[in-house]
């Protein structure tokens, strides 16, 4: 999972827990996300990558640039 790259479902901010789809498994699936930095906004539609991962189905993500 770390490395993969994800686009955002639902913002992640502060006190939220956001989605992303991460391609895995030949598809697309759905991972409660959080920005790494804390205090980070990633708006819904933004690219994200992986950073850290929490099974079953919580990652932590970075947006690329």
Do not use: D, N
Request: glycine content about 14%; cysteine-free; proline content about 6%.
């Amino acid at each position: 999972m770390i490395g993969k790259q994800g686009r955002v479902t639902g913002r992640i901010a502060p006190g939220l827990v956001g989605e992303v789809m991460v391609e895995v498994r030949g598809g697309s699936e759905a991972f409660h996300a959080y920005a790494m930095t804390p205090g980070e906004e990633i708006p819904k539609g933004a690219l994200v990558v992986v950073v850290e991962y929490q099974a079953p189905r919580t990652v932590y993500v970075e947006a690329l640039i």
